[in-house]
């Protein structure tokens, strides 16, 4: 402990503003190099990482000659000092340790590398402390940057944020994969999505969003599924069909690229991820003619598919690429049988719906639509795929007193982090992934 | 449908704007009233209502002669008029309507007049269509308004948003009252709350915040309780006890209240809530001393008791504004007895702790302390109360991987818009309350 004039504690992207300052730093021991008799100190806060140098005999004792280990909690004081080689441009000099929590036992994962150097499911085991590394962290926090963009583009728009009920009474909305939850003797479940709740609060406030969890039972085992993430959510009423929801995806879309470029340029490098552009019109095809365009291009027939395989949609990816230079692609009027029985039909193409995915670099990244919005309609889309109207009493009584027409969108968080980051596994870009296997940590 | 130049749809809280020009409204149909030969017809559009004035033989007939049903969603288009006895100060005159979905049968709850007036079950029986009352829907609309100013308080701190799992391995945080979930023929749990969560990500971002729902199977019906709710949490590292966390509460609550009373003057008239001041400093007594003031004022002895009861909490709220003019009053230093495992002792007071309640108005509205953050104090904490380590072991990874001295809190969102609009029962702040007895809609 010193007797040295000390300012503040400083957060490691503070350091330009205090050069010549002697400063605090706290974070954790995140790595140690040595070269020839100095010993580059790497200290990781919330915020970044830091060096400092131990260039006299006896700086940093305990961390020269091995004895704290790293993820040790400490706090370094020293001077702030312009080194244009050091990483970030700035190091500490004459540093000076603190230790608040000593580490004494060696990590299974090592954390001070370039890389985390491990298995995905070491990885994931371990998730608790290898989500420190920071090429991890920064998909977080790209993650945290997007939901907070999400809800800006649209309060800025008049929506209004709802938290909706995720343990609800019937398995209704798609009737299979769902989580099944013991609620005091009687059978709840958990939320597949708050599509009906949404619905429902248009009557309330017009436009509404939702950024919360949702529960799939899905039991399948792939890269590209968890069974419990992040949903991005909106619904707004007044619509005239699913191009305005279009049109307000692509503003929601255009606000959290911007938003990242100006807020995350570290975190997009550590993480990285190629921001893609955001064109002012995103093309569109309807699913027929994307079929036409498969045929012509790639000689494969898949007319009458009820769906696009993820082949089809990278073709169609590749093709957005190269005819409107756009990473995205909407692909609108998807079948009507391949589409929830709220989907609203295409008044001039029977058998299309006013549906749409938006691909982003050749995947889907976006479901949305226009809904169904008359009490009749609702029965009659029931009474044709022999659905009963009674496990939908509530959210039918919301069509029985006034809806405008109106339509929404998901995203799924993680796989836009997915695809942004080119990350080869869902969940890489989640917290704490659920799936088939796994329920920890 | 006319052939007037028309130039846009406009929202009600915007006809100040436009007063002379002929505009578009578009919402429900929420009340008629006759006066002489005037009928007066009330819009409700997602942010507010509109008078519009039909006075000519004709105008607004499907309303005037009862064909159409409150509820019915409409287009009125008519001039914008300053009218000083009008509700907001302009109406609509020479209006015309458009019908987009009319409503044909009577609502079970009529919600045209001032206030709901039905019976708390048939309110929330209905919330689908009630939750679009005007004094329903601005508690939900201040809900939302409280959970970005609590995250824009929190971002401007350096705190990192976080999306924790819902789903988890083990009842561990308290070891009752939690669902089970069938998963995938394994049994999981639903998180009370996500305290392990924001410790362990402490260790990534240093400070954390997350709004999201939590669940309780608490098998109790009272006014103050339901079973499902949305948390607002917080936890933050480096710090050098509980009250620096209190201070940050202090920082937030101050910022929730000024976002109220910036953004929210007409919900808060609907909804009747009384914003409080928050002191630059918020008064805080000792657990003990509080049993000893409660002693000396009331003459009742609780000194040994292990809480407060909730008589106490109002003595202590009365002390409060008596004695320092405030709403808030923090009480500090609970008995570890009374609080869980991860709790962070008092080092001068054995047998107390470094916790706190915050009591707003004479009740509890937010808990939080510091945490233990030393791995071999969390072994000696579960020893000390008979649990096992192996549930725990991946949220002990994280302390035997170096971690800060940390704290946190957390609020009901639902509770603390009860107390701030003096609701009778909290299911009247909740979307979609789940208790014992409702799961629907």
Redesign the interface.
């Known amino acids: 402990m010193s007797a040295t004039l000390v300012v503040q504690?400083i957060?490691s992207h503070e350091l330009p503003a205090h050069a010549g300052e002697r400063v605090h730093l706290?974070?954790?021991?995140h790595a140690v190099r040595r070269l020839g008799g100095i010993t580059f100190v790497i200290l990781r806060?919330?915020?970044g990482t830091v060096q400092a140098v131990a260039e006299a005999p006896g700086q940093l004792d305990p961390i020269v000659n091995g004895e704290l280990l790293p993820?040790?909690?400490i706090q370094l004081t020293g001077t702030v000092v312009v080194a244009p080689q050091a990483p970030g441009g700035h190091e500490l000099h004459n540093p000076e340790l603190d230790i608040?929590?000593p580490?004494t036992?060696t990590?299974p994962v090592i954390l001070g590398k370039k890389e985390v150097n491990a298995s995905l499911t070491t990885q994931l085991d371990?998730a608790?402390?290898v989500?420190?590394h920071p090429t991890r962290?920064a998909v977080?926090?790209l993650?945290?940057v997007t939901?907070?963009a999400f809800?800006e583009a649209l309060?800025s728009q008049?929506f209004?944020?709802?938290?909706?009920?995720?343990?609800?009474?019937?398995a209704t909305e798609s009737g299979a994969n769902v989580?099944?939850?013991?609620?005091?003797g009687?059978r709840?479940y958990?939320a597949q999505s708050p599509q009906f709740?949404k619905q429902?609060?248009v009557?309330?406030?017009?436009?509404v969003f939702e950024?919360?969890?949702v529960?799939r039972?899905e039991?399948h085992d792939t890269t590209r599924h968890t069974?419990?993430y992040?949903s991005l959510d909106m619904e707004m009423?007044?619509i005239n069909d699913h191009f305005d929801v279009m049109a307000m995806l692509r503003t929601v879309l255009a606000h959290i690229f911007a938003t990242l470029q100006a807020q995350c340029a570290p975190e997009l490098a550590l993480a990285g991820a190629v921001l893609p552009e955001v064109p002012p019109t995103i093309p569109h095809i309807h699913f027929a003619e994307a079929q036409d365009l498969i045929l012509q291009r790639h000689g494969v027939d898949v007319r009458g598919e009820p769906d696009l395989s993820p082949q089809d949609e990278r073709w169609l990816g590749e093709w957005a690429r190269a005819e409107h230079g756009s990473d995205f692609l909407f692909v609108t009027g998807y079948p009507m049988a391949k589409r929830p029985f709220y989907t609203h039909p295409d008044p001039e193409r029977p058998g299309y719906s006013n549906s749409f995915d938006l691909l982003f670099r050749g995947t889907e990244l976006v479901t949305g639509g226009q809904r169904l919005?008359?009490y009749g309609d609702y029965q009659a889309a029931l009474a044709a795929r022999d659905l009963p109207e009674a496990p939908f009493a509530?959210?039918l009584?919301?069509f029985?007193?006034?809806?405008?027409?109106h339509g929404g969108f998901a995203v799924g968080?993680e796989r836009l982090l997915m695809q942004l980051t080119g990350a080869p596994n869902l969940r890489l870009t989640t917290?704490?992934p659920?799936d088939?296997n796994r329920?920890?940590?």
Chains 1, 2 share one sequence.
């Open positions: 504690r957060r706290r974070g954790w021991l806060d919330g915020w993820e040790s909690v608040i929590t580490v036992e990590l371990h608790v402390f989500n420190r962290r977080f926090r993650a945290a939901m907070a809800r309060a008049g209004t944020e709802i938290q909706t009920p995720k343990l609800v009474a019937s989580f099944s939850v013991d609620y005091f009687q709840a958990l709740y429902i609060m009557g309330v406030f017009e436009r950024v919360g969890p529960f039972a039991p069974n419990e992040v009423g007044f919005h008359r509530t959210y009584e919301t029985r007193y006034g809806m405008p027409p968080l917290l704490f659920r088939l329920l920890a940590p």
